[in-house]
């Protein structure tokens, strides 16, 4: 057995079981442990540790120096510590909506936790068109428990600064203040652009000097507003989900940011499920009964997001002049603002950016993914342009199927 004490290194599957074993108190001493190294996304290792005489199970996730998409980012080990950290915070601020941390360890740089194996990825779970009726009411508890309670409206003004000291997070910031918000806005040699789709990103992407403009600001407000704790990359690959139960993991990126980031990211990754929906599924009853549910369920997030904020607003909050009339107001008008900025921002960079989702490349109709693509594209840069005007659920939907009316057309 290796020597989990001295100095990191990257567990394979066999330390994995050797590690559980010696250091978590989990698993009685006669089980009979087996692994799997599960991790699919673009950062980490993640090893499930099974007894198969019980089937207790447990996860541990392990954080290297490099990411596993390219060598290209270095990262700090510290983001296990940070992910460790918020999701024991969030635990506590919105109790049943992330997984349970068990231990953190900062030698081999992992975490045990939660495993929620009886749940599916959420993404995946769309793409293969599944509802999920009670996902609007438990995101908007979600985000409004952890975005809300972690502001300067509520904590003592010290006891926030202090957080973000805590959750300083540059390496995993630069990654998104690249990928989010500069790449996807000029022919970048990192950019990936489906070949059907370049043309209409260099007329009305690149060459938009109105967009880049605004994308510009957007850009700097990320870097400078500490207003919220957020998760950082909340995509419906960062949530797990079954009918009665939402579980946000995958933390790493949580910074204090814009609470809007959080709330922008759950709405276009719902916008490209309606995407893949719109273009996968033949059936025109169950393609329109399929859209209809993930119109509403972006609908009811954005009302049941603003609803949940001003009851927990006047419950909570603290900071006197916070208490004056029509601040309130104003405080989440320009988090609704910035909930459809960054959500065009997300449209747009999985487009044209590194990273893509599943929901547009897995449209194996080369002329159906282009549409595709072309409405995400012209909904995300309404939202970036338009987003003083995006008060309301109605005002998000409006978008949606103005994008699709205008592409309609223009394909007659």
Not at 168 to 182: F, K, R, T
Not at 209 to 220: P, Y
Not at 287 to 294: E, F, G, I, S, V
Not at 374 to 401: H, P, W, Y
Request: hydrophobic fraction near 40%; charge should be negative.
């Amino acid at each position: 057995m290796k020597d989990f004490t001295k100095e990191y290194f990257t567990m394979t599957e066999e330390d994995a079981i050797d590690y559980a074993k010696a250091h978590l108190d989990l698993f009685d001493k006669d089980a009979n442990l087996q692994c799997k190294e599960i991790g699919d996304g673009n950062l980490n290792y993640v090893f499930k540790v099974v007894d198969s005489k019980t089937n207790q199970s447990v996860i541990i996730k392990q954080a290297g120096p490099v990411a596993r998409i390219s060598d290209e980012f270095k990262l700090s080990p510290d983001r296990n510590r940070i992910e460790s950290e918020i999701l024991q915070l969030q635990y506590k601020l919105a109790p049943g909506f992330v997984p349970e941390i068990y231990k953190y360890d900062p030698i081999m740089n992992c975490c045990a936790m939660e495993d929620l194996s009886d749940h599916e990825m959420m993404r995946a779970a769309l793409i293969a068109h599944k509802k999920f009726p009670l996902f609007a009411e438990h995101i908007s508890t979600f985000l409004v428990n952890t975005l809300l309670l972690t502001s300067d409206v509520v904590l003592e003004h010290k006891e926030k600064k202090a957080l973000v000291k805590s959750f300083i997070n540059p390496e995993l910031c630069e990654i998104s203040e690249d990928l989010v918000y500069s790449e996807p806005f000029y022919d970048c040699p990192r950019n990936d652009v489906f070949p059907g789709t370049r043309e209409f990103v260099q007329n009305t992407i690149w060459n938009d000097d109105a967009l880049l403009l605004e994308t510009a600001k957007l850009k700097f407000e990320f870097m400078t507003n500490a207003q919220s704790l957020v998760h950082g990359d909340l995509h419906t690959g960062s949530i797990f989900i079954k009918e009665d139960s939402t579980k946000v993991f995958d933390p790493e990126f949580a910074f204090y940011g814009p609470a809007g980031y959080d709330i922008g990211n759950v709405i276009a990754n719902l916008i490209f499920a309606y995407a893949n929906a719109n273009f996968t599924i033949e059936d025109e009853l169950k393609r329109k009964d399929y859209l209809d549910y993930l119109g509403n369920t972006i609908k009811d997030v954005i009302d049941l997001f603003n609803e949940k904020f001003i009851r927990t607003w006047d419950k909570h909050v603290t900071e006197s002049v916070a208490k004056y009339a029509g601040f309130k107001e104003y405080y989440l008008g320009n988090v609704i603002r910035d909930t459809a900025a960054v959500a065009g921002h997300e449209l747009i960079r999985r487009i044209v950016g590194l990273a893509h989702v599943k929901d547009i490349t897995s449209i194996s109709n080369a002329e159906a993914r282009v549409r595709a693509e072309k409405i995400c594209l012209t909904i995300g840069k309404t939202f970036i342009l338009s987003r003083e005007n995006m008060k309301t659920g109605a005002d998000f939907i409006d978008v949606i199927q103005s994008a699709e009316e205008q592409l309609l057309k223009e394909a007659e």
